[in-house]
């Protein structure tokens, strides 16, 4: 399907239940499109599975979300002009619902790969109608119902009621379609009946009375009709064509070398014609004589069918005999095109006339004087390419109508559209590629901001908090610092640059050992690395996970093995306050006592040691960590502390006989 109509269905999910559900659909569904293109073929099972997503979040049934998307599709189709078209169809409902197949048709110059549904006005009374709808694609006989409803109330101001009559091979969901018995494509059946207030239309086309003077009127010659209607064709009971116009016989043998008219009449209907729309249906009297709403297109075929093979397609019960029967049509077909299409002097493909199959549109209409079906019907041509492709002439045409004139005016307009139509495709296609764009600087700045602050502070910031300041009663404060790489007394520009060089690589080994949420990245301040466990996200276990920091950062720092260089840890446990500071490159930051006495701890460690604070030394010891006492300490503005070392993880096979 086109994106327009899925553009719709995003703009109105969006608008009634906003950006998060339609967020969450997306994720539910794997939709990885931003944006829909107007122009742009989607899978037809996106917009059911949409349905199902949003059914499934908002409570809402899968029925009353596909009809809430026809309902949405046109108040969506204004935006783009169509709703004119609609108006334009007719002064009351049922001159939309016979011309909705119109439509469709007209539409394909805009859309020309839309796989468009057939559907026929069969009945009509005072109360409403009668109208049967057939289709390819499963689970939209509910969205249809959405847009009957909505242009009822929307264009001709009535309270239209759709309900379902009969429905055949119709499921919900947009994953499987109905299942397949055999390889030949199901169709979707389904009668509505649609009730309104349809008094004033059967008034005024229905129940007409003729005026005397028309029932008076002398006979007239089928004849004349032939003259007049060019392609005309004529059937009797048995769907045998009985008579038909000079043009459209003249045609067929353009179309079947060596045949003659005799051929043509006296033959099927179905031997000369496959019928295109509506679909799917048995072609027989009774059935076209309950049509007579229906406007009929069928294709001229280039090769005759048997009757027989076409009423096995009909049953889909004889499968192997009408691809028995097709095979060998089509083989004999194939040869003879081989023949024709080679020049036996060049050895080269000749230019093929009329070898495109030509489309007849009309209605068919009881004559009951002589108890024959007439198909009053024209050539389907949008311009001269397509004239000259299919072997005929602009006064092969019906001298009447507009025939001719559209015929011209496609053609003068052909290449105007196509110029237009490729630079909407470039505008669409740069539009893309921006929105891309922007979509991969968003998410650049996203990771350079949850850089710099936590992911869930930067969330509560984006939603409109300011000032976010929040206190922890137990966080792991640990803090590293980098030693014998940097003379501060020189002032060679190398040496500055290798102690840059040389520190990027050391902190950048203890950024890949930052587990997140365990272990908190806070800053890094000339030699000094700082981090957290506990903050921002609230984690009981912070002393053992600063722990294991502390240790792998120790191991990975001795395998670098880089000449000279040293490192010492300090870890304090204990109660801080966390903020984001300032506006210019904002940060977030601890702020209490224990932080400072954290960096103390590290000021007054050895190389490559871990010293711990007594409460944190408690803490890990009481996981089984392993420690060693380094007895009392001196710290600048705490005067004696004992302290202690800790020298390795918990021993896995203790605790393991702990645990039996």
Same mark, same amino acid.
């Given at each position: 399907?086109?994106g327009?109509v899925?553009?719709?269905?995003?703009h109105?999910?969006?608008e009634?239940f906003?950006e998060?559900?339609?967020r969450?659909?997306?994720?539910?569904?794997?939709?990885?499109?931003?944006?829909?293109?107007?122009?742009?073929?989607?899978p037809?099972t996106?917009?059911p599975?949409?349905?199902?997503?949003?059914s499934?979040?908002t409570?809402?049934?899968f029925?009353w979300c596909m009809?809430f998307?026809?309902?949405?599709?046109?108040r969506?189709f204004?935006?783009?002009?169509?709703d004119k078209?609609?108006?334009a169809t007719?002064?009351y409902?049922?001159?939309?619902?016979?011309?909705?197949?119109n439509i469709?048709l007209?539409?394909r110059?805009?859309?020309?790969k839309m796989?468009s549904?057939?559907m026929?006005l069969?009945?009509?009374?005072?109360d409403g109608a009668?109208? /049967?709808?057939?289709?390819?694609?499963?689970?939209?006989?509910?969205?249809?119902?959405g847009?009957?409803t909505?242009?009822?109330r929307?264009?001709?101001n009535?309270?239209?009621k759709?309900?379902?009559i009969?429905?055949?091979n119709?499921i919900?969901g947009?994953?499987a +379609?109905?299942?397949?018995l055999?390889h030949?494509?199901?169709?979707?059946?389904v009668k509505?009946r649609l009730?309104?207030d349809n008094?004033?239309y059967?008034?005024?086309?229905?129940?007409?009375v003729?005026? @005397?003077?028309?029932?008076?009127?002398?006979k007239?010659?089928?004849?004349? &009709?032939l003259?007049?209607?060019?392609? %005309?064709?004529?059937l009797?009971?048995?769907?045998?064509i009985?008579?038909a116009?000079e043009?459209?016989?003249?045609?067929?043998?353009?179309?079947?070398?060596g045949?003659? @008219?005799?051929?043509?009449l006296?033959?099927?209907l179905?031997d000369i014609?496959?019928?295109?729309?509506p679909?799917?249906?048995?072609i027989s009297w009774?059935q076209?004589?309950?049509?007579?709403?229906?406007?009929?297109e069928?294709e001229l075929?280039?090769t005759?069918?048997n009757?027989?093979?076409y009423?096995a397609?009909?049953?889909h019960?004889?499968e192997?005999e009408?691809?028995?029967?097709l095979?060998?049509?089509e083989?004999?077909l194939?040869n003879?095109d081989?023949?024709e299409?080679?020049?036996?002097? %060049?050895?080269k493909r000749?230019?093929?006339? +009329?070898?495109?199959a030509?489309?007849l549109?009309?209605q068919m &209409?009881?004559?009951?004087?002589i108890?024959?079906?007439?198909?009053l019907?024209? @050539?389907?041509?949008?311009?001269?390419?397509?004239?000259?492709?299919i +072997?005929?002439?602009l006064?092969?045409?019906?001298?009447?109508?507009?025939s001719?004139?559209?015929v011209m005016?496609?053609?003068?307009?052909?290449?105007?559209?196509e110029?237009?139509f490729?630079?909407e495709?470039?505008?669409?296609d740069?539009l893309e590629k921006?929105?891309?764009?922007?979509?991969?600087w968003?998410?650049q700045g996203d990771?350079?901001l949850?850089?710099?602050i936590p992911?869930?502070?930067?969330?509560r910031?984006?939603n409109?908090?300011?000032a976010i300041c929040?206190?922890f009663e137990e966080?792991s404060?640990?803090?590293?610092?980098?030693m014998?790489?940097y003379? +501060?007394?020189?002032n060679?520009?190398?040496?500055?640059m290798t102690?840059?060089?040389t520190?990027?690589?050391?902190?950048s080994?203890f950024?890949?050992e930052i587990?997140?949420?365990?272990v908190?990245?806070?800053?890094t301040?000339g030699?000094v690395?700082?981090?957290v466990?506990?903050?921002?996200d609230i984690?009981p276990?912070?002393a053992?996970?600063a722990g294991?920091?502390?240790l792998?950062?120790?191991?990975? /720092?001795?395998?670098l093995?880089?000449p000279?260089?040293?490192?010492r840890?300090?870890?304090n446990s204990?109660p801080?306050?966390?903020g984001v /500071?300032g506006l210019?490159v904002?940060?977030y930051c601890l702020?209490g006592? %224990?932080?400072?006495?954290?960096?103390?701890?590290?000021s007054?460690?050895?190389p490559?040691k871990i010293?711990l604070s007594n409460?944190t030394a408690?803490?890990?010891?009481?996981?089984?960590y392993?420690?060693e006492?380094r007895?009392?300490v001196k710290?600048k503005g705490k005067g004696?502390?004992?302290?202690?070392w800790?020298l390795?993880k918990?021993d896995?096979s203790?605790?393991?006989?702990?645990?039996m």
């Amino acid at each position: 399907m086109y994106g327009m109509v899925l553009e719709s269905v995003q703009h109105f999910i969006q608008e009634e239940f906003g950006e998060d559900i339609w967020r969450q659909v997306c994720q539910i569904i794997d939709c990885r499109h931003n944006t829909f293109k107007t122009h742009q073929i989607y899978p037809d099972t996106l917009m059911p599975d949409i349905a199902a997503a949003l059914s499934a979040l908002t409570g809402k049934s899968f029925d009353w979300c596909m009809s809430f998307f026809g309902n949405c599709f046109v108040r969506f189709f204004t935006n783009f002009g169509y709703d004119k078209m609609i108006r334009a169809t007719g002064r009351y409902f049922c001159d939309f619902l016979q011309s909705i197949d119109n439509i469709h048709l007209q539409m394909r110059f805009t859309y020309p790969k839309m796989k468009s549904p057939s559907m026929q006005l069969i009945e009509v009374d005072d109360d409403g109608a009668v109208m /049967v709808y057939r289709s390819g694609r499963t689970g939209f006989s509910k969205y249809l119902m959405g847009q009957l409803t909505q242009v009822g109330r929307e264009f001709y101001n009535l309270n239209v009621k759709c309900s379902v009559i009969e429905s055949q091979n119709d499921i919900n969901g947009g994953i499987a +379609g109905p299942i397949k018995l055999s390889h030949e494509p199901l169709t979707v059946i389904v009668k509505y009946r649609l009730d309104f207030d349809n008094r004033e239309y059967m008034a005024k086309r229905v129940n007409v009375v003729a005026h @005397p003077t028309q029932q008076i009127l002398p006979k007239v010659n089928i004849d004349i &009709f032939l003259d007049l209607f060019p392609f %005309t064709v004529l059937l009797n009971r048995d769907m045998v064509i009985s008579s038909a116009g000079e043009k459209i016989v003249d045609t067929w043998i353009l179309h079947n070398q060596g045949k003659s @008219p005799s051929q043509f009449l006296g033959s099927h209907l179905m031997d000369i014609f496959r019928c295109r729309r509506p679909k799917d249906i048995k072609i027989s009297w009774d059935q076209i004589i309950q049509m007579r709403y229906v406007l009929f297109e069928f294709e001229l075929l280039r090769t005759g069918r048997n009757q027989a093979a076409y009423d096995a397609l009909m049953d889909h019960n004889l499968e192997k005999e009408v691809n028995e029967v097709l095979t060998s049509s089509e083989e004999n077909l194939l040869n003879v095109d081989a023949k024709e299409d080679i020049d036996p002097l %060049t050895g080269k493909r000749k230019i093929s006339h +009329g070898n495109k199959a030509i489309l007849l549109k009309g209605q068919m &209409f009881h004559l009951k004087d002589i108890d024959s079906l007439i198909y009053l019907c024209s @050539p389907l041509i949008e311009n001269l390419d397509e004239l000259h492709g299919i +072997g005929l002439f602009l006064n092969d045409l019906n001298p009447h109508g507009l025939s001719r004139e559209l015929v011209m005016a496609g053609w003068q307009h052909c290449s105007k559209l196509e110029i237009m139509f490729e630079k909407e495709e470039q505008r669409s296609d740069e539009l893309e590629k921006s929105l891309e764009l922007a979509d991969s600087w968003k998410r650049q700045g996203d990771e350079l901001l949850y850089s710099m602050i936590p992911r869930t502070i930067a969330e509560r910031m984006r939603n409109g908090e300011e000032a976010i300041c929040q206190s922890f009663e137990e966080v792991s404060v640990i803090f590293i610092e980098v030693m014998n790489i940097y003379a +501060g007394d020189t002032n060679d520009i190398r040496d500055a640059m290798t102690a840059v060089t040389t520190l990027n690589t050391v902190f950048s080994a203890f950024d890949q050992e930052i587990i997140s949420p365990f272990v908190y990245k806070v800053e890094t301040v000339g030699m000094v690395y700082m981090a957290v466990s506990g903050a921002p996200d609230i984690n009981p276990l912070h002393a053992a996970h600063a722990g294991d920091f502390a240790l792998r950062v120790v191991k990975k /720092v001795k395998a670098l093995e880089i000449p000279d260089l040293a490192i010492r840890v300090g870890i304090n446990s204990g109660p801080v306050v966390a903020g984001v /500071v300032g506006l210019k490159v904002p940060r977030y930051c601890l702020f209490g006592d %224990t932080v400072n006495t954290a960096s103390r701890m590290e000021s007054s460690s050895d190389p490559y040691k871990i010293q711990l604070s007594n409460y944190t030394a408690k803490k890990v010891r009481e996981a089984g960590y392993k420690i060693e006492s380094r007895g009392f300490v001196k710290v600048k503005g705490k005067g004696e502390m004992e302290t202690f070392w800790l020298l390795g993880k918990p021993d896995k096979s203790r605790n393991s006989e702990e645990k039996m």
